[in-house]
């Protein structure tokens, strides 16, 4: 191929690009702004913890969390193998604030809201959606543990 002919290819294809993106542009600026489009809605529905500690949050702490938070190894002086412990929370202060899933640094870690390098379980895959929910949901509801 001659170089004319490339260069010709070329400014085709720079052309043809540009093209698009302006009609595209153009279809984007004539569809007017719907005023009734809200950023969001609000909830029409309850979610309501029903669980029990016992047999729906420990498990998912016995299963994902207590081989680096226990006795012999609690990572931030954290131990998750029982109630009492979990509420005790680490070396720095609590963990859950019962009531409040936003003010406790163990739902904001498990919904990965923390930075990256302190999403639990650490290094390990997220937990399930419905497992973060009934996390949420039992500190919202108060962190009993019966
Ligand atoms: C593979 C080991 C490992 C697993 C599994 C693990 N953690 Fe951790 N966890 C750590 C380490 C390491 C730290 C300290 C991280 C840091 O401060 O950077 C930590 C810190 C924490 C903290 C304190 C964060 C803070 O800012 O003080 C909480 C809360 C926590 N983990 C909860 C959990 C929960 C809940 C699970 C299970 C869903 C879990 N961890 C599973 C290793 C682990």
Known sequence: MKRGQLSTIVLGLVLA???VGCSAAGQAASVPANPSVQA???????????GNY??????????YCVQCHNAQRPENGLRLDSYD??????????????GSAPASTLAQVVQGKASEKIRMPHQGPRLS??????????????????
């Open 17 to 19: 690009v540009g093209t």
């Open 40 to 50: 969001d809605v609000s909830l029409k529905g309850e979610l309501r913890w029903t």
């Open 54 to 63: 016992a047999t729906d949050i420990q498990p998912i702490f016995d299963s």
């Open 85 to 98: 412990n979990v509420m005790k929370g680490t070396t720095y202060g609590k963990v859950v604030v019962p």
């Open 129 to 146: 959606p419905n497992r973060i929910q009934n996390i949420v949901l039992w500190i919202e509801a108060g962190a009993k543990q019966d």
